[in-house]
């Protein structure tokens, strides 16, 4: 990758640099703090790890708390020190790759969330053995993450086009050459944005419904009660890629059709920059899905407060004393 920078765009952000670094400290702050806490309850607690509904989430937590503690610091660095900040293409490399990578595997990862649960709440027999849960479950969960690994390992690592060192207008990442060829860029779009956003917003609002008709069409109480928590988790979620994923959406389709007016520009801009509060609040809406967090949370402060030692005076009983007096102490 060349040493030339080029930073100049017409459509810069209307919002100062200082704003941008506070609107992505304190929400990513917060964030890897409820994504450390619900991870720890879903590993460790065996009912949450065992729930079938919870290991895409798992993944996504993980997706996002590694994107939290590496791109997103990135981000900050770079608005507080602009075009005096310069690195190696490596270190360029490196951070498009992390940050390439878990953005499009959050979107994706939750596309396939959506399609999933259309399976654990309707077709629940789908996986009710050890073998259909195989085949059925752990293999498209798996062969998703790998290919998303695979995928931007080879166009970012193992770029096939002459690498300029360009960064990002609105967070500085450095942006890969690979997507400036139109076939894969049109690829790349279509496959890790267009349609996965389209599959959330179709899947989900049909998920409502589904969940809805077969209640009270069908009046599976019992059932429901059953299916409400994974219900309302995944749908908590969607609204989430609804208020910030969708304009960023729409706006890239006007984009993609050749409607690149400065205004369509500018809107595209601001809603990518908010685009990445999708990672900073999914973690608050896994919270929520887990049982008695109120409990759970007030549990896990009262321990640590209980490990707090407070230092208290020695019992001066005079036999206690005097035996201390004749053992070895003056050794120290």
Not at 18 to 32: A, D, H, K, Q
Not at 101 to 111: D, E, K, T
Not at 223 to 245: G, N, V
Request: proline residues 5%; glycine residues 4%; hydrophobic residues 45%.
């Amino acid at each position: 990758m060349g040493e030339a920078r080029d930073l100049g765009n017409p459509y810069e952000l209307r919002i100062s640099v200082s704003t941008r670094f506070w609107l992505y400290l304190i929400p990513n702050i917060s964030s890897i703090f409820c994504s450390l806490f619900v991870l720890y309850h879903f590993l460790f607690d065996r009912t949450l790890r065992q729930a079938l509904n919870n290991h895409i989430m798992i993944v996504l937590l993980f997706i996002g708390l590694i994107y939290e503690v590496t791109s997103v610091p990135l981000m900050l660095n770079f608005y507080q020190n602009g075009d005096s900040w310069t690195f190696s293409p490596q270190f360029a490399h490196f951070w498009t790759f992390v940050d390439y990578l878990c953005y499009s595997m959050q979107i994706v990862g939750f596309a396939y969330a959506s399609i999933e649960r259309h399976i654990l709440i309707f077709h629940s027999n789908w996986v009710s053995t050890r073998r259909r849960r195989f085949w059925i479950h752990y293999i498209p969960l798996t062969s998703v993450v790998i290919y998303q690994v695979a995928y931007y390992f080879w166009i970012i690592l193992f770029p096939f086009c002459e690498e300029i060192l360009r960064q990002s207008p609105f967070n500085g990442v450095p942006m890969s050459c690979a997507l400036s060829n139109p076939v894969l860029y049109k690829y790349n779009t279509i496959a890790h944005q267009f349609l996965p956003v389209t599959l959330i917003i179709i899947l989900n609002i049909a998920l409502l419904f589904r969940v809805l008709w077969q209640k009270s069409r069908l009046n599976r109480s019992v059932e429901w009660r059953k299916q409400r928590k994974m219900t309302i988790q995944l749908l908590s979620a969607s609204i989430l890629y609804f208020i910030f994923m969708g304009p960023r959406t729409l706006f890239q389709f006007c984009r993609f059709l050749g409607l690149e007016s400065n205004d369509i520009l500018v809107l595209f801009y601001h809603s990518a920059f908010f685009a990445n509060y999708i990672m900073f609040l999914f973690p608050f809406v896994c919270c929520g899905s887990i049982p008695k967090v109120g409990k759970r949370l007030a549990r896990l402060m009262c321990r640590k407060q209980r490990q707090v030692v407070v230092p208290g005076s020695l019992p001066t009983n005079p036999a206690t004393k005097k035996r201390t007096g004749q053992m070895g102490m003056t050794d120290f």
